[in-house]
């Protein structure tokens, strides 16, 4: 009987498999290399910067009860590297690049095999699932598997680390699909029939922008002891992971404590060229005019 031909979905998932392998085992040879010779570390909230805090910040690939599906744990912190500890952190983003275009090719062509891998990648690993399941972890948070580990490209003098809340995305709309947007909410609930009253007195062909406000954000500016080729002297990134720094001296930058908590409000004054108005039009929707 002439074997059963393999699907592209299976054929996926398979390659999918052993990225996920592979960036397990490079995650814990990074973490394994540091623990046998590691150098000076800080962790934002941690008494110790160890192996074991390594493992955990690098490893957290779950879900916690109650967490919202497009939040992410951060691990802020600091570590000083040598040559061979950057080759293992480089090593392990390659992977999680890899790891990220296989999931992209998923959701274009299989997004029905999503929910299936989210279950099945973990008991690939039963020791880290079964450790991690006793503590109510046991759903897979694909975006915390793949997300890299921030790295400096030369030795710095010295990181400044902030809370950044500001971000927000704005997605530009027509009046119609604001239209269609309001048609999905409760059409008898007053402040709904106002909205659409509003909506009602606007011309077809005025954009609207739809906001959504984004996550605090911890941002790290780095000052490097010298130029880079191209010039560069200093440059800001978002740190959700441990930042790893070329260390030829064994030492940690210089580097500030930012409070463990964001800001509750806004911390930079608004633009005096903001382009949106500074109430909602349409509040239920976040939908502003432009000035």
Same mark, same amino acid.
């Given at each position: 009987?002439?074997?059963?031909?393999?699907?592209?979905?299976?054929?996926?998932?398979?390659?999918?498999?052993?990225?996920?392998?592979?960036?397990?085992?490079?995650?814990?040879?990074?973490?394994?290399?540091?623990?046998?010779?590691?150098?000076?570390?800080?962790?934002?909230?941690?008494?110790?910067?160890?192996?074991?805090?390594?493992?955990?910040?690098?490893?957290?690939?779950?879900?916690?009860?109650?967490?919202?599906?497009?939040?992410?744990?951060?691990?802020?912190?600091?570590?000083?590297?040598?040559?061979?500890?950057?080759?293992?952190?480089?090593?392990?983003?390659?992977?999680?690049?890899?790891?990220?275009?296989?999931?992209?090719?998923?959701?274009?062509?299989?997004?029905?095999?999503?929910?299936?891998?989210?279950?099945?990648?973990?008991?690939? @690993?039963?020791?880290? @699932?079964?450790?991690?399941?006793?503590?109510?972890?046991?759903?897979? @948070?694909?975006?915390?598997?793949?997300?890299?580990?921030?790295?400096?490209?030369?030795?710095?003098?010295?990181?400044?680390?902030?809370?950044?809340?500001?971000?927000?995305?704005?997605?530009?709309?027509?009046?119609?699909?604001?239209?269609?947007?309001?048609?999905?909410?409760?059409?008898?609930?007053?402040?709904?029939?106002?909205?659409?009253?509003?909506?009602?007195?606007?011309?077809?062909?005025?954009?609207?922008?739809?906001?959504?406000?984004?996550?605090?954000?911890?941002?790290?500016?780095?000052?490097?002891?010298?130029?880079?080729?191209?010039?560069?002297?200093?440059?800001?990134?978002?740190?959700?992971?441990?930042?790893?720094?070329?260390?030829?001296?064994?030492?940690?930058?210089? @580097?500030?404590?930012?409070?463990?908590?964001?800001?509750?409000?806004?911390?930079?004054?608004?633009?005096?060229?903001?382009?949106?108005?500074?109430?909602?039009?349409?509040?239920?929707?976040?939908?502003?005019?432009?000035?």
């Amino acid at each position: 009987m002439a074997p059963a031909l393999i699907t592209p979905e299976y054929r996926l998932l398979a390659e999918l498999e052993a990225a996920f392998d592979q960036l397990i085992e490079r995650l814990e040879a990074l973490v394994s290399a540091y623990a046998q010779a590691p150098g000076p570390a800080w962790a934002m909230g941690e008494a110790t910067a160890d192996a074991d805090w390594l493992r955990r910040a690098l490893l957290d690939f779950w879900y916690q009860d109650g967490q919202d599906g497009r939040a992410t744990r951060s691990y802020v912190g600091l570590v000083a590297a040598d040559d061979a500890l950057m080759a293992r952190v480089q090593e392990a983003n390659a992977a999680k690049a890899t790891f990220a275009a296989l999931l992209r090719q998923i959701r274009a062509e299989a997004a029905g095999l999503i929910p299936e891998l989210k279950a099945v990648l973990p008991f690939r @690993h039963p020791a880290l @699932h079964d450790h991690l399941r006793g503590q109510g972890l046991a759903r897979l @948070h694909l975006k915390q598997c793949w997300r890299a580990i921030p790295l400096a490209e030369a030795p710095l003098a010295r990181v400044r680390l902030a809370w950044y809340r500001s971000g927000r995305s704005i997605k530009r709309l027509t009046v119609r699909e604001a239209e269609a947007l309001l048609q999905g909410l409760d059409q008898e609930a007053p402040h709904v029939r106002i909205q659409r009253r509003h909506l009602a007195g606007l011309p077809d062909g005025e954009p609207l922008a739809q906001v959504q406000e984004q996550a605090p954000l911890m941002r790290a500016n780095l000052f490097y002891r010298e130029p880079l080729p191209d010039g560069r002297c200093r440059r800001a990134m978002n740190v959700a992971l441990p930042l790893f720094v070329p260390s030829p001296d064994g030492r940690l930058p210089d @580097h500030n404590t930012p409070p463990e908590a964001p800001p509750t409000t806004r911390t930079r004054a608004l633009r005096s060229d903001a382009r949106l108005e500074s109430e909602p039009f349409l509040p239920s929707l976040r939908i502003y005019r432009y000035r």
